[in-house]
């Protein structure tokens, strides 16, 4: 494999996030092509798709709602789950968190957070560990969670996690356009945001967004 600096570079633009143009991130045009190439490039089939490289509508209602409400992440040790491109924990620092643990299993992820971090003059700390897998949780006092409710499995262990990460007292904030396996009836929306998204990625140009925590 060549250099994953390299491949991200390569293949993605620097642009800024559309509902939080104050960031700015490695994106991809397209998701198949570079879906293809990161399999030819470390050499298997059927990986995941390339959350990294996009902008998910779930991710920039929560990136733009911590921003403008910086009180649940200001001064606070901050958990971005299933992080993708490390918006939402750019946008924590950004906010005046005093630090952020962006966990994500994609090793292109965690190149791709902190290429995006050193663009965005912050620092993150991107890790491997999976949480929904049972690995030890740092302390936190706030988790942020964006569009990580597409797919059953994953849906039904991160809501187990995100569950009894609340019951220890932590502040669990999740960010979903509506996907079939959000739990909408034991989360509270707090707001919703409008949000521009890629063609190649969802049904629609603007996804209603919404920002939600546990009921």
Excluded: C
């Excluded at 050499?43 to 902008?55: N, Y």
């Excluded at 992440?73 to 939402?88: C, N, P, Q, Y």
């Excluded at 039904?156 to 909408?184: M, N």
């Amino acid at each position: 494999m060549t250099d994953p600096v390299a491949f991200i570079r390569a293949n993605t633009r620097l642009r800024p996030v559309p509902l939080v143009p104050n960031i700015v991130l490695h994106t991809a045009d397209e998701a198949v092509p570079l879906w293809s190439k990161t399999e030819e490039e470390l050499g298997e089939a059927g990986l995941p798709p390339p959350f990294w490289a996009f902008a998910w509508a779930g991710g920039q209602a929560l990136a733009r709602f911590v921003i403008d409400h910086p009180g649940h992440v200001a001064g606070k040790t901050i958990i971005d789950l299933a992080s993708g491109s490390g918006l939402i924990a750019i946008a924590a620092i950004k906010a005046g968190a005093s630090s952020v643990f962006a966990y994500d299993i994609d090793a292109f992820a965690r190149t791709a957070i902190a290429l995006n971090a050193a663009e965005n003059g912050v620092t993150i700390n991107a890790r491997g560990d999976n949480l929904l897998g049972g690995s030890s949780v740092p302390t936190a006092q706030t988790i942020l969670a964006g569009d990580i409710f597409y797919e059953r499995d994953t849906a039904e262990r991160a809501f187990a996690f995100l569950s009894a990460q609340a019951v220890r007292g932590t502040t669990v904030l999740i960010g979903d356009p509506g996907r079939s396996y959000l739990p909408k009836d034991k989360l509270r929306k707090m707001t919703e945001y409008k949000v521009p998204v890629t063609r190649d990625l969802e049904d629609a140009d603007i996804k209603n967004t919404a920002v939600w925590t546990l009921a």
